[in-house]
């Protein structure tokens, strides 16, 4: 589904992944983990087709095409999703506005029907309501006064209701009390099935006991430093970074 | 240096005034005795002026050189218009109540007036000075000698026409008063100056939109004078959308009087225009008054338009609070100027002010100035500015999430604005501005990559 090969991105002129190699197919969930800095949320925003991240080399194969020759609502129409390591602001926009909006331009870029007020309205109650999400939240301008756990949720919520074919979760986990990340968790799995795919970025392994994954990633020095199973998480757990970091030097 | 009178200066056009010179007299309905000198020593208090130029300090960052080189047709003979072309309610089209006025002058056949309220009359100034009202004299007469610019008095010079709307004591009027004001091009450019009054009585309740229109392509001169006397806990509200042609000069000033515990609420929607200034000037005389003065403009192309507000705190526990917010584009500029002044016995006052723009392109400006004179010790007072581009996070969330660049712009710049509105809590403007930005990106000519 995704292919990333050899991946080099600079941001300000300043090289931060330097050879990224990863693949993940159809219905596969991958955790990516890795000390601070090393190029995690660079490499999400790479995908997703972030202003200001220049690719010097190296290709990227979404679903078979050229994910980098794409407008983020592209890729987004294509069926990547980003939920962001933090989660954006957007004054005077309401979430149900910006839920529509997201919702209809996917539907509209990809030929199909939008849906009606009334459909949109039930649809986006009945996921909200799935992730203890109120009504008043979805009401409230987009994140703004949103505490750290229910910005996270929220990106949770979008990506329920956009349903996309291969999510980027960057530290969803991070700032969530262990009640709503088992909420968070149970979303995500909801959405799992053959033909979904997912990079979950994290900096622990109890949302790997939650989101159990097929591999593990170590992105260290803009690398991939190491892959294996999910007992790799545990081991990281374990070790530290240091050995796994010393090795990408 | 455009010295525009005299008339006969080397710099100026010298046919600009002569049809101003020749005064109105031609107006249809009959002028009481006390208008002819009246008008007479507004005349000489133009003439001794001249145009506003760039000198006076409340006319630094705006420029009227342009009228000069213009030669105006002061007195339009009464244009053509189809009640087909008119634009639509501002506020929707379920309930009609709307006086039309077409270069200035009120034409009751394009105009729909249901039956009001008691006592509520809704009229002409032509009429409701041919049959001597006396509310309406009477405030005139006072108005009319005020001092207060070049551009006043030359509205003064020329009382004819405008609207009249008087609310009287305890009544509300529930049906938004829609008044449609018509430029239409000609041969010359017509100039008009239309005088506007309302006068809402002790505790009566009244809402007014104002829509200005250009139905031609070419430019004319708009100066608009509109006195508002709010008695004691009327609440006025008082919604304009100036949305006139590409090519015309258009002015306004608002000049409001609040009595005890009045409530005044401004919201100026400028969307056209070549050159625009929308001015208001807000006293607060009654304790406890309360004016709340919000504008929103979409500009681009050469537009230059002029937000200037000047509000006085003459009575304690008096509030003003201000919000403007704009949008610029292409080559445009846009002033804002706030001057609040609170006098020495005016205790327990607020008053903010908050200009913000977003800059859309890099030859667009905007200049603020903000004035405090407080003379009270009692006070909360505050003023602020901001400028800056749309906001590039927000704008690749939006598109992370599938919504088109385009469109999130809109949403964006919609949300921006909306602020403005939601202040003055008049709903029924939401859809006439999402609409307007919606057509105004549209049609924004796009940035070269
Ligand atoms: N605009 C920028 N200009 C210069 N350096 C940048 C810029 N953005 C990111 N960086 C640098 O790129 C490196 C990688 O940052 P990135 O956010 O991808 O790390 P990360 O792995 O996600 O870290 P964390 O675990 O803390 O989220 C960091 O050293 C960061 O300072
Ligand atoms: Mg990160």
Redesign the pocket.
Known sequence: MLEIKNLHAS??G?P?LNGVDLAVAPGEVHAVM?P???????LSYVLSGRD?YEVSDGSVLFKGGNLLDLDPEERAAAGLFLAF?YPVEIPGVTNMTFLKHALNGLKVQRGEEELDAMQFLKLVRQKAKALGMSDDMLKRAVNVGFSGGEKKRNEILQMAVLEPAFAVLD?TDSGLDIDALKIVADGVNALRGPARSMLVIT?YQRLLDYIVPDRVHVLAGGRIVTSGGKELALQLEDEGYGAFAARAA | MATLVPIDGPAANPDWLSGWRAGPGNGTAAAPDWLPPVRAEAAGRFAARGLPNRRIEDWRYTNLAQLTGLELDWAPAPAEVAKESLPALVFGREADCRLVLVNGQVRPALSAVPALPEGTILTSLAEALATGHPGVADLLRERVTVDDGALKALNDSWLEDGYVLIVPEDVTVDLPIEILSVGTGGALPPAYQPRNLIIAGARSRVTVVEHHVGLCIGGYFANVVTDVAAGPEAIVRHCKVQDESKEAIHVALLDATLGRDAMFDSFCFTLGGRISRNELRVSLDGPGAHCRLNGAYLVGGHQHCDHTTAVDHAAPETHSDQLYKGVLDGRARAVFQGKVVVRQDAQQVEGHQMSRALLLSETSEVNTKPELFIHADDVQCSHGATAGDLDAEALFYLRSRGVPEGQARQLLVEAFLNEAIDAVALAGMRLPLEQNVARWMGERPQPTP
Do not use: L, P
Request: aromatic share 0%; glycine share 32%.
């Open positions: 941001v300000g300043k931060i890795g601070n800095g090393s190029g995690k949320s660079t200001g390591q530290e900096h």
